[in-house]
């Protein structure tokens, strides 16, 4: 791998302290878009960050308003009008910060603690935005050329954290603008600050909610029990049934159109420091892994798609007893995506899945709430992932390994509409405490992102041509 560029590092060291204080500004500002009474605050993060990126030089700034928090729109054009354009995938909302009385500072008022910055939207996602901005100053500075060897576009949306309701329309409304040949995302994690990943995928999601309804009023267990159909006894039945003994789901076709890990993915995961003990105690202390027979907990929750049932309830469940035969029973169940499933396929297979299980005598109703999520996912042998772990390593010094995220956001929607690969670029860590109390970043991987993004615009200029 490539030496250091000791120009961009020694300009990123200079500039560390500026940086935390523009940090530290920009995350004093409460932009939780999950709260309307923060609306205001949100668009006011929007117009610091509108004026901070004029200030680091990008000619084009611009807020783009939705018809409900805003984005901000960046773009820096290369000096050669043929080269390729990169997009860069950011969010400026946060999270809420309750229960305020388990944090050890002010959520709103960053405060440094050695080498780590404590406040809320520190990792998610205020400090890995930032990130990029030192990035293209440091790898200017150091070429001595007025532009980038890409176009860089940024977009930097204000509702991540409230479900991106207004992002996908956002996307095709300015599809043009947003034109690229790559986009890249700083909103995951790495393995471990000693261990440095590049994340390839997140999972995708579709939730459902099942009603089975038996006699149109409760009856007494005595007089009816055992003579008609019991709509709980039926929910048991049919939630028992979603997994066969090897814990696959048994929806039919549920599994046709995933794609499947390669023998080199599998072996980079195993590569991973992965201690199952410690994970299980990270899982709320749980007792056994479980899961799909013949896959890892790794490729699990990683790369297989899964069936969870969320919630079942029916009859009485107050104080005391109540002997009767519930008129109806509920359960709600979440499906995550993987690799080629498509979410409104998944969809069709459970309404038809529980039409022919559910018992003679009973009805039922399924609700699907929303379209769902689409998986993403980025081939590791693409030349846009082999360029980004290029300038990874090159900033890190080290082999770079390949991770996927188990949970779900817009990423899918970006690499839908606009039509490009997407690449992970990221500093934050599982012990981040995003969306908790006592959210932190460590300062040196926000400057080890930094020299990375500045390595990535000339790996990026080569591989995309």
């Known amino acids: 791998m490539n030496e250091p560029d000791q120009r961009i590092v020694q ?102 603690d050695g080498d780590r910055l404590i406040g809320r939207g520190a990792s998610d996602d205020k400090g890995q935005v ?36 207004h992002f996908a329309d956002l ?56 003579a008609v159909p019991n709509p709980l006894h039926a929910m048991a039945a049919l939630m028992a049934a979603l997994h066969d003994a090897d814990g696959r789901v048994t929806l039919p076709g549920f599994y046709d159109d995933v794609v499947p890990l390669t023998d080199e993915e599998r072996a980079l995961f195993a590569k991973l420091p992965f201690d199952e003990d410690e994970w299980l105690r990270t899982a709320g202390g749980s007792r056994a892994a479980y899961g799909e027979k013949g896959h890892t907990t790794l490729e699990r929750v990683w790369a297989r798609p899964t069936a969870e049932i969320n919630g079942m309830w029916g009859g009485h469940t107050g104080p005391g007893g109540k002997t009767i035969v519930p008129r109806e029973a509920h359960a709600k169940i979440s499906f995550r995506l993987v690799a080629g499933q498509e979410p409104a396929k998944v969809q069709q297979a459970f309404r038809d899945w529980v039409a022919a299980n559910t018992p003679h005598g009973v009805e039922a109703e399924v609700h699907i709430p929303g379209g769902g999520v689409r998986p993403c996912f980025s081939p590791i042998d693409s030349p846009a992932v082999k360029a980004a ?15 996927r995220e188990g949970g779900s956001g817009p990423e899918a929607d970006l690499a839908d509409v606009l039509d490009a690969p997407l690449i992970f670029v990221a500093v934050g860590l599982d012990d981040d405490r995003i969306h908790a109390p006592n959210e932190k970043v460590e300062i040196p991987l926000l400057l080890k992102g930094a020299e990375a ?13």
């Open 171 to 226: 996307l095709r409304d300015r599809r043009d603008r947003l034109r690229c040949d790559a986009v890249v995302i700083s909103d995951t994690t790495m393995w471990a600050a000693d261990v440095p990943s590049m994340c390839t995928g997140m999972r995708g999601l579709t939730e459902a909610e099942v009603t089975l309804r038996g006699p149109s009023s409760d009856l007494h267990s005595g007089s009816f029990g055992g």
């Open 453 to 465: 993004a500045a390595y990535l615009w000339e790996e990026l200029a080569t591989a995309l041509r």
């Open 11 to 112: 300009y990123i060291e200079a500039g560390r302290d500026r940086f935390i204080a523009d940090l530290k500004e920009w995350l004093a500002i409460p932009s939780v878009s999950g709260d309307p009474a923060y609306a205001t605050e949100v668009r006011r993060s929007a117009g610091w960050l509108t004026e901070y990126l004029r200030g680091q030089g990008f000619p084009t700034v611009e807020i783009w308003d939705t018809p409900g928090l805003p984005a901000v729109y960046a773009e820096w054009p290369a000096a050669d009008p043929s080269a390729p354009a990169v997009l860069v995938y950011g969010h400026h909302d946060v999270q809420p910060v309750e229960p305020l009385d388990e944090w050890d500072t002010a959520p709103f008022e960053p405060v440094e």
């Open 130 to 165: 930032l990130f990029h901005t030192l990035g293209i100053r440091a790898a200017l500075a150091a070429s001595g050329a007025g532009a980038p060897p890409v176009t860089v576009k940024l977009l930097v949306e204000g509702e991540e954290e409230s479900g991106s309701v």
């Open 389 to 403: 772990r290029r300038a990874m390593e090159r900033a890190f010094g080290r082999e770079v390994l390949f991770t």
